[in-house]
Nanobody, 122 residues
């Protein structure tokens, strides 16, 4: 059974940092692209970043370039999202997802975690 479990969310002040983790199970992790999406209240789900199988190819949304870094550890079946210089507009529920295509389109991903809340506020 495929499962994705996110952790690491929380409340942080503007300018602060958080590191999200997503542990995967039930499939051959190293063969799939992994991605992070987010959804703020009243907004559509947005692709944040994705990383191809070997970790060498990554994509970022323009809104997070230079602030967020995605990485993966295939030995631990885990994908990470390091978020620095957080802004109030980064507030959202963050989801990890698994798919075959390396893109930031939610339609390319078929399995999702339950999400972890990130709130950026002073």
């Amino acid at each position: 059974q495929v499962a994705l479990v996110e952790s690491g969310g929380g409340l942080v002040q503007p300018g602060g940092s958080l590191r999200l983790s997503c542990v995967a199970s039930g499939f051959s992790f190293g063969y799939y692209t992994m991605a992070w999406f987010r959804q703020a209240p009243g907004k559509e789900r947005e692709g944040v970043s994705c990383v191809k199988t070997g970790g060498g190819i990554t994509y970022y949304a323009d809104s997070v370039k230079g602030r967020f870094t995605i990485s993966r550890d295939n030995a631990k079946n885990t994908v990470y999202l390091q978020m620095n210089n957080l802004k109030p507009e980064d507030t959202a529920v963050y989801y990890c997802a698994v798919g075959l295509r390396t893109s930031l389109m939610s339609s390319d991903y078929n399995t999702w975690g339950q999400g972890t809340q990130v709130t950026v506020s002073s």
